[in-house]
């Protein structure tokens, strides 16, 4: 005759350590859609709504677990009124940070940096507007946050033309809105695309590391939107120094050979996203993903983790080489044109630099770790051609020899989720029947 929502707190050998119930009155659970959840502003909000109804109901937690709002009756188009109208979005806190794009007259579009700060704690997700960055109108063609402090704001704006052409790190003041100082990633003596790479930031000596992809003017043209990059022998990957002025103090470049370039029967490129960056004394050690292609469209390839020697006579990078995984290929590739599995796409090379910083739909990497051997090991998920399962896959050393082997294949339609505890446990979850939810702790 009644239902409750049952929120269950539980440790990572899912016993519960605490749980919460409320009422929702004389319903059935058929009635509902599938419960969803956020961690927005450092809540957990859960979201319940009914079938074939525009109302949501929010119930929102603190972190020590204690109700701190019961929301009713919001209006699903009014439920963040921010997160439908911006380009992108990043929160700190009880702050929101939105890049806005207005196309304006013939000198391009104009681009803005804005700052909201959530009204009410125990209230639907409404802001109050705090203060407005213009960027420079001319000849920007994006601009990326990247990280947020209490110092500053980082964004990675692309200049494709005029004076400034090249790429830039701005730090804006999160208090007053206003440019505390841009540093260029490229100069005139050293020319080139640097792309949007990991960041290190050092919050007592202020200094901070980018790891990222540098091109080449020879293999990417900004201005007449041309790529020339098939089959090249090497990749660059660039380091940055940037003290706490702001100051470029050191630009590094490695060259890192491709090794399957003779044997590979589908000519194309290697592009590096830098997903991991820490310093752990006297070397930067990070974790990188490549991915094969050309243009505009690259397929996930593999991982690599390595490590830059600081020294002061001569800044190294242990030696690695790029070649794309045949295992991995094995596990999601297949002849349908339409599947996004593990695909890195953009819709024009205009957005070429997106590559390196956007989502990925459907990532086939889960995770990713060195055993005790240090022989690297991938979770990989993919969606079967139909979209009817979603595939678990481990791949790591068996027996001196790589293989895959199925961790578990869910159906869709039980919205199957992970979730990565730490290097060794892992939790799977999946909705079987409306009244019967499954958590699962593996190991990998």
């Known amino acids: 005759k009644n239902i409750t929502l049952n929120v269950y707190k539980i440790d990572y050998k899912l016993n519960v350590t605490d749980s919460f119930f409320i009422s929702l009155g004389k319903n059935s659970v058929e009635e509902f ?45 009014r439920l963040n009124s921010i997160a439908a109208f911006e380009s992108e979005i990043a929160y700190c806190k009880q702050d929101v940070y939105t890049i806005k794009i207005v196309n304006s007259d013939t000198t391009g579009k104009q681009f803005y940096l804005n700052k909201h700060t959530l009204r009410s704690e125990t209230k639907n997700f409404e802001y109050d507007f705090k203060w407005q960055f213009p960027f420079e109108k001319k000849h920007i063609n994006s601009a990326h946050i990247i990280m947020i402090n209490k110092a500053f704001v980082l964004i990675y704006v692309n200049v494709t033309d005029g004076t400034k052409a090249g790429q830039w790190l701005l730090r804006i003041d999160p208090l007053k809105g206003t440019l505390l100082r841009g540093t260029r990633l490229n100069d005139k003596s050293n020319p080139g695309f640097y792309s949007c790479g990991a960041i ?48 470029l103090v050191s630009r590094e470049e490695f060259k890192v050979p491709v090794s399957d370039l003779k044997s590979n029967k589908s000519p194309g490129w290697y592009l590096l996203r830098f997903v991991k960056l820490n310093r752990i004394k006297d070397y930067l050690v990070f974790e990188m993903d490549f991915y094969k292609g050309n243009n505009t469209c690259y397929s996930f390839g593999g991982t690599i983790t390595n490590s830059i020697s600081l020294n002061e006579e001569k800044i190294t990078m242990g030696k690695m080489s790029i070649s794309t995984n045949s295992l991995i ?28 910083y956007k989502t990925i739909p459907f990532e086939v990497k889960a995770s990713f770790k060195l055993d005790d051997n240090n022989a690297p090991v991938w979770l990989l998920k993919k969606s079967d051609a139909k979209g009817i399962k979603e595939n678990f896959t481990i791949l790591k050393p068996v027996n001196k020899a790589y293989g895959l082997i199925l961790l578990e294949e869910i159906n869709k339609s039980e919205n199957p989720q992970i979730y990565i505890i730490d290097n060794s446990r892992l939790i799977l979850s999946r909705q079987i029947t409306p009244e019967k939810f499954e958590l699962k702790l593996s190991t990998w």
Not at 47 to 67: A, M, S
Not at 203 to 216: A, E, P, V
Not at 340 to 355: H, P, R, T, Y
Request: include cysteine; charge should be neutral.
């Open 33 to 77: 859609l599938l419960l969803n959840s956020d961690t927005l502003h450092d809540f957990l909000n859960v979201y319940v709504q009914k079938k074939e109804k525009k109302l949501v109901h929010i119930f929102r937690f603190n972190k020590q677990f204690n109700l701190l709002a019961n929301i009713e009756n919001v209006d699903i188009a």
């Open 200 to 247: 290190w930031y050092d919050t007592i000596s202020k200094q901070l590391f980018m790891l990222g992809q540098k091109l080449t003017v020879s293999d990417f043209n900004q201005q007449d939107n041309k790529l020339n990059i098939i089959n090249k022998s090497a990749v660059l990957p660039y380091l940055i120094q940037i003290d706490s002025l702001g100051e």
């Open 329 to 356: 290929e094995r596990f999601y590739v297949n002849n349908d044109k339409a599947d996004m599995n593990g695909k890195l796409c953009v819709d024009s090379l205009s957005q070429f630099e997106k590559l390196y």
